[in-house]
Each structure stands twice: as structure tokens, then as C-alpha cells.
């Protein structure tokens, strides 16, 4: 890891082709409160998940859940970290990957963004973290932000540094980058979606959605090598 100029930081290539794992490992039985957890907030907003109520629908105990993810904002935290583990960018044999390898995994992510975008959880957090957007402080919006999209978007950018080392794409920019393949797969769906458009739902398309993006991205950045 070393900084730029600006300060910021930046991770050399061997930390982002580790980061292509995903960076939040819970165990099945966290995974299922957590998972009950999400139904309860899509169900109720932020006022239906207590901590009793968690303990209840997920039987559990509450000091479990105090155990494992802490307070409230600790729960949040770790609910959204959990949804956006689900978009999948790579595998532990990341380094050893061929160029027909990086593509599946290339359409792996796209495939599997779209369902989670498409998913009446996803749609209930974003809708409700819009709503909580001219507050002075939104908590959801923030940890949304934090945890779910710069999650996803990190591991993505690790599987395209990892795939331009290897020759299979070439680019300046690596976050412009990222953003264009992210606008190639999700377009203007996602929005259609938050907002109730009739039929813009369609799972039985991600497949070949993600197939086309896939597509149009190596045309834009792939090299002969691919």
C-alpha cells in the first residue's frame, strides 16, 4: 500500500488481488440472522428491526447478536456488507487465471449485480435510504455507501487491475474504467427499477445482459491477447 501525491491511498497490485476475495466472511448461522434481519427492515423500515425482534424471528439470543456485530449501527453495518458480498468478483485462484477464467468472472459479476440491484431487499434499502437523504445525518445512505457500493466496486477494480497485468484488458483509469463496465451492465435499470416501472424486472434477461455487457466492455478495453 503506498500514497499518491494527494494523499490518498493506494493499494499495490498484490493487496488488490487479494482484495478480489470477498472482505466479509460471516458464518451460516450470521448469515441467516443477518439475512432475517434484511426482511425485517424491508418489512418494517428502520423501526422494525429491534434487536428483540431479531432475536425472535432468527431464535436467537439477543446477546448473540450484540456478540456478533456489536450495536445497532454495527448490525447495519453488517447487513449491508452481507448483501453486497453476494456480488461475486473473482475466486481464491484469482492469480492463476486465464483470459476465458477472467471473462467468467467478469460475467459473473455482472450477472450477479443485476440480481442483487433487481432484488426486493436492494430496492428496499436504496428506496429507504432515499428517503432519508435530506436529513443532516443519514446513517443508512452513509453505510450503504461504505459498506455495500465501495465494497463491490473494490473488489471489482482488484479482478480488472488483476486482469490487465495479465494482458487480457488495457486501460489509463482504472475507477473510469470500473464506472463504464458498472454503466454497461446496470444502464438505466436500476432507476426504472426504484421507481416502480412496470416489466423493467426481468431476472430471466440478467443472464444474457451480462453476456452483452461482458461483450461491449472487451470491446472497449480488450486486447488480442484475451
Not at 480488472?160 to 482504472?174: F, H, M, Q, S
Request: charged share 25%; glycine share 10%; hydrophobic share 40%.
Amino acid at each position: 500500500m503506498r500514497r499518491v501525491p494527494n494523499g490518498t491511498v493506494q493499494q499495490s497490485s498484490e493487496e488488490l488481488d487479494q482484495a478480489v476475495i470477498a472482505d466479509e466472511e460471516f458464518t451460516p448461522r450470521q448469515q441467516a440472522v443477518l439475512d432475517c434481519a434484511l426482511q425485517l427492515l424491508v418489512g418494517g423500515g428502520e423501526k422494525g428491526l429491534t434487536t428483540a425482534g431479531l432475536a425472535r424471528a432468527a431464535n436467537c439470543s439477543k446477546e448473540s447478536i450484540y456478540k456478533w456485530f456489536g450495536d445497532r449501527d454495527g448490525l447495519l453495518a453488517a447487513m449491508i456488507a452481507h448483501q453486497a458480498s453476494k456480488v461475486r468478483a473473482g475466486a481464491d485462484n484469482a492469480h492463476a487465471m486465464d483470459g476465458e477464467q477472467f471473462r467468467a468472472y467478469l460475467t459473473d459479476f455482472a450477472h450477479d449485480l443485476l440480481d442483487v440491484l433487481a432484488g426486493d431487499v436492494s430496492l428496499a434499502l436504496n428506496r429507504l435510504a432515499i428517503g432519508q437523504a435530506s436529513r443532516s445525518e443519514s446513517r443508512l445512505g452513509r453505510l450503504m455507501v461504505e459498506r455495500g457500493r465501495r465494497r463491490i466496486e473494490a473488489r471489482a477494480m482488484a479482478l480488472l487491475e488483476a486482469g490487465k497485468r495479465r494482458g487480457y484488458i488495457r486501460y489509463e483509469d482504472r475507477e473510469a474504467t470500473y464506472h463504464t463496465f458498472y454503466g454497461l451492465i446496470v444502464r438505466d435499470l436500476h432507476v426504472r427499477m426504484l421507481l416502480g416501472e412496470a416489466g423493467a424486472r426481468r431476472p430471466e434477461q440478467f443472464a444474457a445482459m451480462a453476456d452483452e455487457a461482458v461483450g461491449q466492455f472487451f470491446a472497449l478495453f480488450g486486447t488480442e491477447t484475451e
